[in-house]
């Protein structure tokens, strides 16, 4: 049999459900005020890019966490390399992970995604007004389609034949993230003052 623990409780699941629907307003908030107030095609295309490429490497984090192993980052932690004791961290707490990246991020990635093709297809509607609106929603919301699926496609062939690299990867984003801030994610520092 496989391992059955999960670090998943009931008030984590309330949590991450208040986070989702908070997450979810701020970026439809912002997606709304980004193709309200920015006219530039190209910026809110770009925008639309950076919100399906952070969609398709929370995939990635999330599949790459449930398919690594601690030893490898277990010899780096033993030589203070920074990153590894977090990516360690991160796959003893597999389950959490891959659902924050996997359901949280990516979902709000996809239907934030999906606000911005909306916003980006009346922008092009205003402007080509002699061109068939189902035809441009169509294309737009088939691209979108494309780039996520595709993206994600490729991103699991990296997330399992590199899960370790992606893991250590990560963990040094959070330890950069930790020595810039001061605030740590791990609570490795709590552990290291009660001993």
Do not use: C
Not at 24 to 35: E, H, K, Y
Not at 156 to 182: E, Q, Y
Request: no cysteine.
């Amino acid at each position: 049999m496989g391992n059955n623990k999960s670090t998943v409780s009931s008030k984590y699941v309330l949590g991450v459900s208040l986070t989702s629907f908070t997450l979810a307003v701020f970026f439809f908030w912002l997606s709304d005020i980004v193709a309200d107030k920015i006219q530039s095609l190209v910026i809110s295309f770009v925008f639309l890019l950076i919100i399906i490429l952070v969609g398709i490497m929370a995939d990635i984090i999330g599949v790459s966490v449930t398919a690594a192993h601690e030893a490898p980052l277990h010899a780096r932690a033993a030589k203070k390399v920074a990153g590894a004791q977090e990516g360690v961290y991160l796959i003893r707490n597999a389950d959490r992970v891959a659902n924050i990246m996997n359901d949280v991020v990516g979902d709000i990635a996809g239907t934030v995604s999906g606000a911005l093709g909306i916003a980006l297809a009346l922008q092009l509607m205003t402007r080509w007004k002699d061109f068939s609106h189902l035809i441009l929603n169509m294309v737009i919301t088939a691209l979108i389609a494309a780039l996520t699926v595709g993206g994600k496609a490729a991103g699991k062939r990296i997330a399992l034949t590199r899960a370790n690299d992606v893991i250590f990867g990560a963990g040094k984003v959070m330890a950069g993230f930790s020595r810039i801030t001061g605030i740590d994610i791990t609570g490795k520092n709590k552990r290291n003052s009660s001993r």
